[in-house]
């Protein structure tokens, strides 16, 4: 059976990292290919002016797309990849932040007859401020650390969460026992 794995988390708590490890992991172990989406690279198709100030002037949206309608693109990009690779029969690994798109990816992976994986990563705030940093994305400090209390808050998440903080990607890698994270019955 195919496998639909969604990696969520914190901006700064290595879902992109983590995504392809696992990838590797999965391809190694099964010897099948995996097909992983980074849900940013769609975001990242989004060039704006640097000049445009910020995203909110008096309240309302200053662009014509707003966060909405971008988030929306987004989505509808990611799961139409997803469907793709699923239809050509790969197992799939997604990397980008569930907030309430949750069912979606339910009602995808049931349509393709795929086993949904569902993970939270997580690491604890100093750790995730670290990581940005480094990156230099200070901006999405505040983000990150919204985001955490958010996801480990969210009754979805529970059980799905695994923290990695001070731990390489092949440690978690390596901690993940995938049938902790499927939602849904289990197979039998």
């Not at 100030?53 to 693109?73: C, N, V, Y």
């Not at 919204?146 to 990607?169: R, V, Y």
């Amino acid at each position: 059976m195919q496998k639909l794995i969604f990696v969520s988390g914190p901006c700064g708590c290595g879902k992109t990292t983590f995504a392809e490890a696992y990838a590797r992991h999965l391809c190694d172990s099964s010897g099948k290919t995996v097909y992983v989406i980074h849900g940013d690279s769609f975001h990242a198709g989004f060039v704006e002016r640097e000049d445009k100030g910020d995203f909110f002037a008096g309240g309302e949206a200053s662009d014509k797309i707003t966060w909405e309608k971008i988030l929306r693109f987004n989505w509808d990009c990611l799961t139409a990849t997803a469907a793709r690779a699923l239809e050509d029969g790969l197992d799939v690994i997604i990397d980008y932040v569930i907030e309430g798109e949750f069912s979606r990816i339910t009602k995808l992976a049931e349509r393709y007859g795929a086993e949904f994986y569902y993970i939270v990563l997580t690491a604890d705030a100093a750790e995730i401020e670290r990581r940005i940093r480094s990156r230099g994305d200070t901006d999405l400090i505040g983000r990150a650390l919204f985001l955490k209390s958010k996801l480990e808050a969210m009754p979805e998440n529970q059980g799905h969460i695994i923290d990695n903080t001070d731990k390489t990607p092949e440690e978690t890698v390596s901690e993940i026992r995938l049938e902790r994270f499927l939602v849904g019955e289990k197979s039998g």
